[in-house]
Structure formats: C-alpha cells, structure tokens
C-alpha cells in the first residue's frame, strides 16, 4: 500500500471512528486506485478522494410513531447524500435493527461508483432506519413510514434525490412513503422509484437487481466459455434479490440449492423452482423473518444459524447482507470448486474472503458491478416518469440485460488496460470512479 492511501485510510478512520464498515468499503476502493493516482496526479492534487470520502451531507432526524398498542416509539432516520457530480442522488432506503451512520456511509460510498457504472446519469446516497419491520402491522409500517418522510420530504426531489427500497423496504413502504411525499408536496412526480405499476413504477423493477446478477454472472462464465445451464448454484438470503435470482438462474437451466435467513439455512437438493419461488414471497410478507418455514414446508434440511457456504456448488451468489461471507467461507468454497462468485448484496464478501477468491482466480464480482441492475433499472423508471411513458417488459428487460453486458464488458476492460486482467474489483472501482472524479474535475471546487 503506498504511503498516500495508507495516510487517507488512517486518516477516514480517525475521523469517522466507529464506522467499519465505512472503513472497509474505503479501503476496498482506494487499494484499487493506487494505479490511477500515479497515472494521474491531478486526481491528487485536486484531492478528489479526500472530498469524495466526505459525504456532500448527512441528514439524521427522529422518527416518532405510534403502535398499535397506542405506545409512543422513537427511532433515528437517515439520509446521506454523498456525491452528486455526475446527477441527482439516488440510492435506497433501508430498515433494519442494524442500521447506523456507518452502515449506511459504507452504503452510501457504494452507490456513488455503482451509478456510476450503470452508464446512466445518477449520484449517490443512501438512507433509512434502525426501524424493525419485523412483527409490525400494515399500519404501523404506515404510521412509520409517514413519520418518517415527514421529515425527510425536505430534502429528496426528482431533479434532487430519489430513494427506493432496500432491505426492508419494498412495494408497500415506497407506497406509505410516496402517499404521505405527494400530501406534503402536492406533487406527483417520480421522486421515488420502485413504485406501484398503476402509479408509475417499472415493470421488471422488482426483479431487476437478481436478474441482473445472473446477466453478469452469464458474462463471466461466457469469458473462460461456461454456460450457467446445468449449474448447482447457491444463494443467500430470501428477500427481495434472492427471489428475481432465483426466477432468472432457473429460467436459464441452473439449479439454485440453497437459501439462508437469520435463523439459518436450507438446503434443497431438487432444486427452488415452481412453486417453491412463490413461496419465497409468502415468506418474505409474513414478516416472520424465518427460512425454516421453506424447510417445513417443502422437507429439506434446515441448519440453523449456519450460512450456506458449505454445500458443493459451481457458483455462489451472496444475496443477504454485509460481511455475510468471510475468508473461512471462500476457503470452502474454493476447496468444493466452485468457480464464479457474484455478489447480489452489497459488500457480502469480507476484505480477507474477497483476498481468497483474487488469489485463487476464480470468477469473482463486487456488488456494485453485479447488483448495478436494480438501480440501473430505477433509472428507466425515471426516464419513464420523465417522458410520462411506460415501457413493456421486454423493452425494459432488454435495457437491463444490455447495462449489464456494458457493465460487464467496462469491468473486464479497464483491468486489462491498467494490467490487472480478471480482477473485476480493480476494474469495477476504476471505472466507476474516474467518471465521477473527471466530472468533480470540471465542475470546479465542490
Ligand atoms: P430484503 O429485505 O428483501 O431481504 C434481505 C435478506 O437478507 C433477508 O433474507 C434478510 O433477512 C437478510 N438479512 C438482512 N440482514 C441480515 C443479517 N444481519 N443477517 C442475516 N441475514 C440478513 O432485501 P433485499 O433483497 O432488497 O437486499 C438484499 C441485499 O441486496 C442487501 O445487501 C441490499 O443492500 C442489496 N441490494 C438490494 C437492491 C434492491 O434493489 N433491493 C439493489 C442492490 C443491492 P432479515 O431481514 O431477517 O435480516
Ligand atoms: O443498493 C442498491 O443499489 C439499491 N438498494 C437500489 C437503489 C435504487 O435506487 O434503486
């Protein structure tokens, strides 16, 4: 590590203690860039990672709510807004018990090069809430969701920023949220995307960050001549991006054998198809949180409070959360031969796992390359709301499948060019950054 990154990670990590994951997301991205910074003082002499460590503004704010026991509730929001050079910020909204300013930078941070990948004209921010969706009614996710854009109308806008979901949100907390956007406002525009198909949300928008997945890790097979047909896949996870994975690895001759929750996982040697991806939404509306229910259900083997890293499989596609797979987990992997890892979830991968699966160069891809469908996808439900049109499945598909071949094919370029051939994460970071860098660049001192 040259003197420089290590002197701007000593320093992100002094000046935003308690943050981890901030921190590793950082190192992740500047370790990458070492090569661009020698090939490019200017970027250094501009300080434009100094400034893009530093969010444009963090937006923190309480959200009051009531129960349906009439008890009073507090919990914090969030907005960051990180990095708007390249167009208004855009990013998800997530709540969950475990949410805190860190998680949500390192989040944040993400995005930024993400959209920037996607090829459209997005920023990057992130938001949400240490809210527990878990075990609450309808409408105390509504009570909550008011609350909370009560406070945070102010601040998010079409040309401004525009949040979607993430964990813990999804189609009926955009719905809460949009409702009580458009009372404040008395507007309805696409401030929010991944909306309701009758009121301006995208076909393909739920399924677009696991489709998009399984389109990049079809690209990654193609470049060492594998098809994904006939391949023992395992997932993680069974929310949103675990279930469009799932639909598109299946639709395409690949048996996905596992699942996990936060109880644990289940193994499912025949295979999640049929009926079984339709359960995975039931599972996901009982707000139980339980992957043990799929293994009731359909008599598989349940382990609890395992991940599912351990079964022998050809590709692995993390979809759950942060950290969710670490250097013991990429070991046995490897030792099983499994050949492409491609991340669903953001930062699923530990540094140390992420150093294991490099070494042994296998077929490895960062989040914010191989999950970039679902936010690319938000972007078609602005251009949509723009031009006040809607397009048909296939039309948006189609965009879909293209931004992640262009996605794919910038990845495996800019390493090649900066002579790290293979190394999706160096490529990922490179390219994502230097377009917003250059734009910073142009735009003066901001
Ligand atoms: P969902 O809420 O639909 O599902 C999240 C899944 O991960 C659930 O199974 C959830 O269970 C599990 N999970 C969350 N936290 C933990 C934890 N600490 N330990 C174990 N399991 C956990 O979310 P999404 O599917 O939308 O998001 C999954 C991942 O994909 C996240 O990393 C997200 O940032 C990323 N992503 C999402 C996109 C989207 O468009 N939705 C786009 C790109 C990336 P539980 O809630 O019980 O903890
Ligand atoms: O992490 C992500 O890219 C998302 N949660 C999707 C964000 C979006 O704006 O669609």
């Given at each position: 590590?040259?003197?420089?990154?290590?002197?701007?990670?000593?320093?992100?990590?002094?000046?935003?203690?308690s943050e981890p994951e901030f921190?590793q997301a950082?190192?992740?991205?500047?370790?990458?860039?070492?090569?661009?910074?020698?090939?490019?003082?200017?970027?250094?002499?501009?300080?434009?990672?100094?400034?893009?460590?530093?969010?444009?503004?963090?937006?923190?704010?309480?959200?009051?709510?009531?129960?349906?026991?009439?008890?009073?509730?507090?919990n914090r929001g969030f907005?960051i807004?990180?990095?708007?050079?390249?167009?208004?910020?855009?990013?998800g909204l997530r709540f969950h018990p475990s949410v805190n300013l860190g998680i949500l930078k390192f989040l944040a941070?993400?995005?930024?090069?993400?959209?920037?990948?996607?090829?459209?004209?997005?920023?990057?921010?992130k938001g949400g809430s240490d809210f527990d969706p878990k075990?609450?009614?309808?409408?105390?996710?509504?009570?909550?969701?008011?609350?909370?854009?009560?406070?945070?109308?102010?601040?998010?806008?079409?040309?401004?920023?525009?949040?979607?979901?993430d964990i813990g949100v999804?189609?009926?907390?955009?719905?809460?949220?949009?409702?009580?956007?458009?009372?404040?406002?008395?507007?309805?525009?696409?401030?929010?995307?991944?909306?309701?198909?009758?009121?301006?949300?995208?076909?393909?928008?739920?399924?677009?960050?696991?489709?998009?997945?399984?389109?990049?890790?079809?690209?990654?097979?193609?470049?060492?001549?594998?098809?994904?047909?006939?391949?023992?896949?395992?997932?993680s996870g069974?929310g949103?991006?675990?279930?469009?994975?799932?639909?598109?690895?299946?639709?395409?001759?690949?048996?996905?054998?596992?699942?996990?929750g936060p109880d644990?996982?289940?193994?499912?040697?025949?295979?999640?198809?049929?009926?079984?991806?339709?359960?995975?939404?039931?599972?996901?509306?009982?707000?139980?949180d339980?992957?043990?229910?799929?293994?009731?259900?359909?008599?598989?083997?349940?382990?609890?409070?395992?991940?599912?890293?351990?079964?022998?499989?050809?590709?692995?596609?993390?979809?759950a959360t942060q950290n969710e797979?670490?250097?013991?987990?990429?070991?046995?992997?490897?030792?099983?031969?499994?050949?492409?890892?491609?991340?669903?979830a953001n930062m699923p991968?530990?540094?140390?796992?992420?150093?294991?699966?490099?070494?042994?160069?296998?077929?490895?891809?960062?989040?914010?390359?191989?999950?970039?469908?679902?936010?690319?996808?938000?972007?078609?439900?602005?251009?949509?709301?723009?031009?006040?049109?809607?397009?048909?499945?296939?039309?948006?598909?189609?965009?879909?499948?293209?931004?992640?071949?262009?996605?794919?094919?910038?990845?495996?370029?800019?390493?090649?060019?900066?002579?790290?051939?293979?190394?999706?994460?160096?490529?990922?970071?490179?390219?994502?950054?230097?377009?917003?860098?250059?734009?910073?660049?142009?735009?003066?001192?901001?």
């Amino acid at each position: 590590m040259s003197e420089y990154v290590n002197s701007l990670i000593t320093l992100v990590k002094t000046k935003n203690p308690s943050e981890p994951e901030f921190h590793q997301a950082v190192q992740e991205v500047t370790e990458s860039l070492e090569i661009v910074l020698e090939r490019h003082p200017e970027y250094r002499s501009a300080k434009i990672l100094e400034r893009m460590v530093e969010p444009d503004r963090v937006i923190m704010f309480r959200v009051p709510w009531i129960d349906d026991q009439g008890e009073f509730n507090v919990n914090r929001g969030f907005r960051i807004q990180m990095n708007n050079a390249i167009g208004p910020y855009k990013g998800g909204l997530r709540f969950h018990p475990s949410v805190n300013l860190g998680i949500l930078k390192f989040l944040a941070f993400e995005q930024v090069f993400k959209n920037s990948l996607t090829t459209l004209p997005m920023g990057g921010g992130k938001g949400g809430s240490d809210f527990d969706p878990k075990g609450k009614s309808d409408m105390e996710v509504m009570r909550f969701c008011q609350s909370f854009m009560t406070e945070l109308f102010r601040h998010v806008g079409p040309d401004i920023d525009i949040p979607a979901g993430d964990i813990g949100v999804g189609a009926r907390e955009i719905g809460y949220l949009f409702g009580q956007y458009k009372r404040l406002t008395r507007e309805f525009s696409g401030v929010l995307t991944g909306k309701g198909l009758s009121w301006g949300g995208s076909r393909i928008r739920p399924e677009a960050t696991g489709f998009g997945v399984v389109y990049f890790a079809q690209e990654m097979l193609k470049t060492r001549g594998i098809s994904i047909e006939g391949k023992k896949v395992a997932i993680s996870g069974f929310g949103n991006v675990a279930w469009g994975a799932v639909l598109k690895a299946t639709e395409l001759g690949a048996t996905v054998v596992t699942l996990s929750g936060p109880d644990g996982f289940v193994h499912d040697e025949q295979g999640v198809k049929g009926e079984k991806i339709a359960f995975m939404l039931e599972m996901r509306a009982s707000a139980r949180d339980s992957v043990q229910d799929y293994a009731t259900r359909f008599k598989v083997p349940f382990y609890p409070g395992k991940h599912p890293w351990s079964v022998k499989v050809d590709v692995a596609l993390p979809c759950a959360t942060q950290n969710e797979l670490n250097a013991g987990d990429a070991r046995e992997l490897l030792a099983n031969g499994c050949i492409c890892v491609c991340e669903g979830a953001n930062m699923p991968t530990t540094l140390e796992g992420v150093k294991a699966f490099l070494d042994a160069n296998i077929l490895y891809s960062p989040g914010k390359a191989s999950n970039a469908g679902g936010v690319a996808t938000s972007g078609l439900e602005m251009s949509q709301n723009s031009m006040r049109f809607t397009w048909p499945p296939e039309e948006v598909d189609h965009r879909l499948r293209q931004i992640m071949h262009d996605i794919h094919h910038t990845c495996v370029e800019t390493a090649r060019e900066y002579g790290i051939p293979g190394n999706y994460v160096t490529g990922a970071n490179i390219a994502g950054f230097l377009k917003v860098a250059n734009a910073m660049l142009d735009q003066g001192l901001v």
